[in-house]
Each structure stands twice: as structure tokens, then as C-alpha cells.
């Protein structure tokens, strides 16, 4: 069982950065890890994904250029720097964890372990 521990939302200006964390518990068959957000009223959505040898991200099109996706492996830790942040950023941001090679890498369905989220706010 892969345990997932976000960290790092908070409330911030337009234009300002975060830095989102997930801790992950074990790396076991796990090869892809994931973030997505969810705002209210709205599906959730993919945001950023990387391979677990880190040798291949994927980003969403609302946040490509302004947000990053990194891992330190040696602690085990998921990161995304999110720069320049717009309104619409605000939602609950979710880190994910998948042992599968079906759909793609920003498809929720992929993915089998989920956070409890983080939540950020940008306000004008």
C-alpha cells in the first residue's frame, strides 16, 4: 500500500509562487507519479507527471512554461514549483502514484494512490 502526503498549499497573490510536496511511503512498483487539481464544480485535472526514473515529464496545457515537476528520490519526495500563479490555479492539488501502463499520463484513471490534497488559493 503506497501512502501519499501532500504539503505546501496555501493562499497567495497573482503572480506569486508555490511550492507543492508529496511524500511517498514506498516506490514499489509504482512508475509514474502525477499531480492534479480540482476546483469546485469542475473534473479533475492532470497537471504534471514524471516517469520514476525521472527521465520523461508531462505537462498540462493551462500550466506548461509556469509549473515543474521534480522528485528527489532519495527522499522520496514528489515537487511542484508553481510560478507565476493565475486565478484560475486555485483548487485542491492532489499528488498521485501509478503502477500502470494504461491511459495516459495525465488521465486520473491511471493512477491507484491518491493524497488527501493540498489547497491553493490565488487572489488578485
Known amino acids: 500500500q503506497v501512502q501519499l502526503v501532500e504539503s505546501g498549499g496555501g493562499s497567495v497573490q497573482a503572480g506569486e509562487s508555490l511550492r507543492l510536496s508529496c511524500s511517498v511511503s514506498?516506490?514499489?512498483?509504482?512508475?509514474?507519479m502525477g499531480w492534479f487539481r480540482q476546483a469546485p464544480g469542475k473534473e479533475r485535472e492532470g497537471v504534471a507527471s514524471?516517469?520514476?526514473?525521472?527521465?520523461?515529464?508531462t505537462y498540462g496545457v493551462p500550466v506548461k512554461g509556469r509549473f515543474t515537476i521534480s522528485q528527489d528520490n532519495a527522499k522520496s519526495t514528489v515537487y511542484l514549483q508553481m510560478n507565476s500563479l493565475e486565478l484560475e490555479d486555485t483548487a485542491m492539488y492532489y499528488c498521485?502514484?501509478?503502477?500502470?501502463?494504461?491511459?495516459?499520463?495525465?488521465?486520473?484513471?491511471?493512477?491507484?494512490?491518491w493524497g488527501q490534497g493540498t489547497q491553493v488559493t490565488v487572489s488578485s
Open positions: 514506498s516506490v514499489t512498483d509504482i512508475n509514474r
Open positions: 514524471i516517469r520514476s526514473d525521472g527521465s520523461g515529464t
Open positions: 498521485a502514484a501509478s503502477g500502470s501502463f494504461y491511459w495516459g499520463p495525465l488521465s486520473p484513471r491511471r493512477y491507484k494512490y
